[in-house]
T-cell receptor, first 111, second 111 residues
Protein backbone atom coordinates (compact mmCIF):
# COMPACT_ATOMS: atom_id res chain seq x y z
CA UNK A 1 0.00 0.00 0.00
CA UNK A 2 1.14 3.53 -0.77
CA UNK A 3 2.51 5.54 2.14
CA UNK A 4 0.85 8.77 0.99
CA UNK A 5 -2.55 8.61 -0.65
CA UNK A 6 -4.69 11.30 -2.23
CA UNK A 7 -8.36 11.33 -3.12
CA UNK A 8 -9.79 11.93 -5.61
CA UNK A 9 -7.16 11.26 -8.26
CA UNK A 10 -9.05 13.20 -10.89
CA UNK A 11 -11.83 15.74 -10.55
CA UNK A 12 -13.71 17.97 -12.93
CA UNK A 13 -15.80 20.68 -11.34
CA UNK A 14 -17.50 23.93 -12.25
CA UNK A 15 -16.65 27.50 -11.35
CA UNK A 16 -18.00 28.45 -7.95
CA UNK A 17 -18.21 24.94 -6.54
CA UNK A 18 -16.59 23.98 -3.25
CA UNK A 19 -14.21 21.09 -3.50
CA UNK A 20 -12.06 19.20 -1.01
CA UNK A 21 -8.93 17.22 -1.75
CA UNK A 22 -7.87 14.71 0.85
CA UNK A 23 -4.49 13.36 1.83
CA UNK A 24 -3.61 10.51 4.18
CA UNK A 25 -0.23 9.13 5.19
CA UNK A 26 0.98 6.06 7.03
CA UNK A 27 4.58 7.20 7.42
CA UNK A 28 4.05 8.65 10.88
CA UNK A 29 5.46 12.01 9.82
CA UNK A 30 4.43 15.21 11.59
CA UNK A 31 5.03 17.49 8.62
CA UNK A 32 2.58 17.68 5.73
CA UNK A 33 2.37 19.93 2.68
CA UNK A 34 0.11 20.86 -0.20
CA UNK A 35 1.57 21.94 -3.56
CA UNK A 36 0.20 22.75 -6.94
CA UNK A 37 2.08 22.15 -10.17
CA UNK A 38 1.50 24.07 -13.37
CA UNK A 39 3.41 23.67 -16.64
CA UNK A 40 6.44 25.96 -16.70
CA UNK A 41 5.99 27.03 -13.07
CA UNK A 42 7.15 24.01 -11.16
CA UNK A 43 5.87 23.09 -7.72
CA UNK A 44 4.48 25.89 -5.58
CA UNK A 45 3.64 25.58 -1.91
CA UNK A 46 0.05 26.30 -0.91
CA UNK A 47 -0.05 25.40 2.80
CA UNK A 48 2.02 23.38 5.22
CA UNK A 49 1.64 21.95 8.69
CA UNK A 50 4.38 20.84 11.06
CA UNK A 51 2.00 19.21 13.51
CA UNK A 52 -1.71 18.91 14.18
CA UNK A 53 -1.94 22.33 15.82
CA UNK A 54 0.31 24.12 13.35
CA UNK A 55 -0.95 25.48 10.01
CA UNK A 56 1.00 27.90 7.83
CA UNK A 57 0.42 29.66 4.55
CA UNK A 58 2.71 28.98 1.66
CA UNK A 59 3.46 31.24 -1.28
CA UNK A 60 0.07 30.86 -3.01
CA UNK A 61 -2.56 30.32 -0.29
CA UNK A 62 -5.21 32.75 -1.60
CA UNK A 63 -8.38 30.89 -2.56
CA UNK A 64 -7.43 27.81 -0.54
CA UNK A 65 -7.90 26.58 3.00
CA UNK A 66 -6.69 23.50 4.85
CA UNK A 67 -7.58 21.31 7.77
CA UNK A 68 -5.24 19.02 9.72
CA UNK A 69 -7.70 16.54 11.18
CA UNK A 70 -5.08 14.22 12.62
CA UNK A 71 -1.37 13.54 12.26
CA UNK A 72 -2.17 11.33 9.29
CA UNK A 73 -4.69 13.54 7.50
CA UNK A 74 -4.38 16.91 5.81
CA UNK A 75 -7.12 18.17 3.51
CA UNK A 76 -7.15 21.07 1.07
CA UNK A 77 -10.32 22.98 0.22
CA UNK A 78 -11.19 25.32 -2.59
CA UNK A 79 -14.12 27.31 -1.24
CA UNK A 80 -15.22 28.64 -4.62
CA UNK A 81 -13.27 27.08 -7.45
CA UNK A 82 -12.13 29.20 -10.39
CA UNK A 83 -10.63 28.11 -13.73
CA UNK A 84 -7.09 29.26 -12.89
CA UNK A 85 -7.06 26.71 -10.07
CA UNK A 86 -6.93 24.02 -12.71
CA UNK A 87 -3.68 22.22 -11.90
CA UNK A 88 -2.05 19.07 -10.59
CA UNK A 89 -2.13 19.05 -6.77
CA UNK A 90 0.33 17.09 -4.66
CA UNK A 91 0.34 16.31 -0.97
CA UNK A 92 3.67 15.52 0.68
CA UNK A 93 5.02 14.51 4.07
CA UNK A 94 8.46 14.81 5.58
CA UNK A 95 10.50 13.84 8.56
CA UNK A 96 13.24 15.91 10.19
CA UNK A 97 15.70 15.08 7.40
CA UNK A 98 13.79 17.39 5.02
CA UNK A 99 13.24 14.59 2.53
CA UNK A 100 9.68 14.89 1.25
CA UNK A 101 7.49 11.99 0.13
CA UNK A 102 4.74 12.81 -2.31
CA UNK A 103 1.31 11.38 -2.92
CA UNK A 104 0.28 10.39 -6.45
CA UNK A 105 -1.42 13.73 -7.15
CA UNK A 106 -4.91 14.97 -7.92
CA UNK A 107 -5.61 16.34 -11.36
CA UNK A 108 -8.22 19.09 -10.92
CA UNK A 109 -10.04 20.79 -13.78
CA UNK A 110 -12.28 23.77 -13.11
CA UNK A 111 -14.61 24.61 -15.98
CA UNK B 1 15.45 36.15 -10.19
CA UNK B 2 14.07 32.72 -9.42
CA UNK B 3 15.25 31.14 -6.20
CA UNK B 4 16.23 27.93 -7.97
CA UNK B 5 17.02 28.03 -11.67
CA UNK B 6 17.38 25.17 -14.09
CA UNK B 7 17.65 24.88 -17.84
CA UNK B 8 14.26 23.36 -18.74
CA UNK B 9 15.65 21.51 -21.77
CA UNK B 10 14.55 19.21 -23.18
CA UNK B 11 17.80 17.31 -23.39
CA UNK B 12 17.58 14.66 -26.09
CA UNK B 13 20.40 12.12 -25.88
CA UNK B 14 21.08 8.63 -27.26
CA UNK B 15 21.26 5.60 -25.02
CA UNK B 16 24.67 5.27 -23.44
CA UNK B 17 25.39 8.99 -23.47
CA UNK B 18 26.60 10.99 -20.52
CA UNK B 19 24.47 14.02 -19.69
CA UNK B 20 24.87 16.76 -17.11
CA UNK B 21 22.27 19.06 -15.60
CA UNK B 22 23.04 22.28 -13.79
CA UNK B 23 21.16 24.28 -11.23
CA UNK B 24 21.83 27.56 -9.43
CA UNK B 25 20.22 28.79 -6.23
CA UNK B 26 19.94 32.36 -5.01
CA UNK B 27 20.18 32.14 -1.23
CA UNK B 28 23.63 31.30 0.07
CA UNK B 29 22.15 30.31 3.44
CA UNK B 30 20.37 27.23 2.05
CA UNK B 31 21.62 24.18 3.90
CA UNK B 32 20.34 21.04 2.18
CA UNK B 33 20.16 20.11 -1.46
CA UNK B 34 18.44 17.37 -3.42
CA UNK B 35 17.68 16.04 -6.85
CA UNK B 36 14.18 14.66 -7.38
CA UNK B 37 12.96 12.76 -10.39
CA UNK B 38 9.45 13.18 -11.80
CA UNK B 39 7.98 10.94 -14.48
CA UNK B 40 5.24 12.34 -16.70
CA UNK B 41 2.04 12.95 -14.71
CA UNK B 42 3.51 11.24 -11.64
CA UNK B 43 4.68 12.45 -8.28
CA UNK B 44 8.25 13.65 -7.66
CA UNK B 45 10.50 11.10 -5.97
CA UNK B 46 13.81 11.66 -4.25
CA UNK B 47 16.70 10.65 -6.50
CA UNK B 48 19.53 11.66 -4.22
CA UNK B 49 20.66 14.16 -1.66
CA UNK B 50 23.62 16.35 -2.56
CA UNK B 51 26.54 16.70 -0.17
CA UNK B 52 29.34 19.23 -0.13
CA UNK B 53 31.92 16.57 -0.86
CA UNK B 54 29.96 15.27 -3.85
CA UNK B 55 28.29 11.92 -3.90
CA UNK B 56 27.65 9.08 -6.26
CA UNK B 57 24.88 6.51 -6.56
CA UNK B 58 25.53 4.05 -9.35
CA UNK B 59 25.43 5.96 -12.63
CA UNK B 60 24.41 9.20 -10.93
CA UNK B 61 26.84 11.75 -9.50
CA UNK B 62 25.80 14.93 -7.71
CA UNK B 63 28.08 17.87 -6.98
CA UNK B 64 27.62 20.99 -4.89
CA UNK B 65 29.64 24.19 -5.13
CA UNK B 66 28.58 26.43 -2.26
CA UNK B 67 30.82 29.32 -3.32
CA UNK B 68 29.16 29.50 -6.72
CA UNK B 69 25.74 28.38 -5.42
CA UNK B 70 25.70 25.72 -8.07
CA UNK B 71 24.48 22.12 -8.07
CA UNK B 72 24.98 19.53 -10.78
CA UNK B 73 23.76 16.07 -11.65
CA UNK B 74 25.71 13.80 -13.99
CA UNK B 75 24.13 10.70 -15.49
CA UNK B 76 26.46 8.21 -17.12
CA UNK B 77 25.50 5.46 -19.57
CA UNK B 78 21.96 6.83 -20.02
CA UNK B 79 19.13 4.32 -20.18
CA UNK B 80 15.73 4.71 -21.80
CA UNK B 81 14.27 4.49 -18.31
CA UNK B 82 16.16 7.63 -17.28
CA UNK B 83 13.74 9.70 -19.39
CA UNK B 84 12.02 12.00 -16.91
CA UNK B 85 12.10 15.50 -15.49
CA UNK B 86 14.81 16.17 -12.90
CA UNK B 87 14.03 18.71 -10.20
CA UNK B 88 16.72 20.63 -8.35
CA UNK B 89 15.58 21.30 -4.78
CA UNK B 90 17.02 23.34 -1.91
CA UNK B 91 15.82 23.96 1.62
CA UNK B 92 14.37 27.35 2.49
CA UNK B 93 16.94 28.89 4.84
CA UNK B 94 14.28 30.94 6.60
CA UNK B 95 12.16 27.93 7.49
CA UNK B 96 13.45 24.49 8.22
CA UNK B 97 11.21 21.91 6.63
CA UNK B 98 10.29 23.93 3.56
CA UNK B 99 11.71 23.09 0.17
CA UNK B 100 12.16 25.31 -2.87
CA UNK B 101 11.82 23.53 -6.21
CA UNK B 102 13.33 24.39 -9.54
CA UNK B 103 11.16 24.11 -12.64
CA UNK B 104 12.88 20.92 -13.67
CA UNK B 105 15.01 19.76 -16.58
CA UNK B 106 13.47 17.28 -18.99
CA UNK B 107 15.58 14.40 -20.28
CA UNK B 108 14.58 12.22 -23.20
CA UNK B 109 16.82 9.24 -23.88
CA UNK B 110 16.44 7.85 -27.38
CA UNK B 111 17.24 4.31 -28.60
Amino acid sequence: DADVTQTPRNRITKTGKRIMLECSQTKGHDRMYWYRQDPGLGLRLIYYSFDVKDINKGEISDGYSVSRQAQAKFSLSLESAIPNQTALYFCATSDVTDTQYFGPGTRLTVL
Amino acid sequence: RKEVEQDPGPFNVPEGATVAFNCTYSNSASQSFFWYRQDCRKEPKLLMSVYSSGNEDGRFTAQLNRASQYISLLIRDSKLSDSATYLCVVTDPSNTGKLIFGQGTTLQVKP
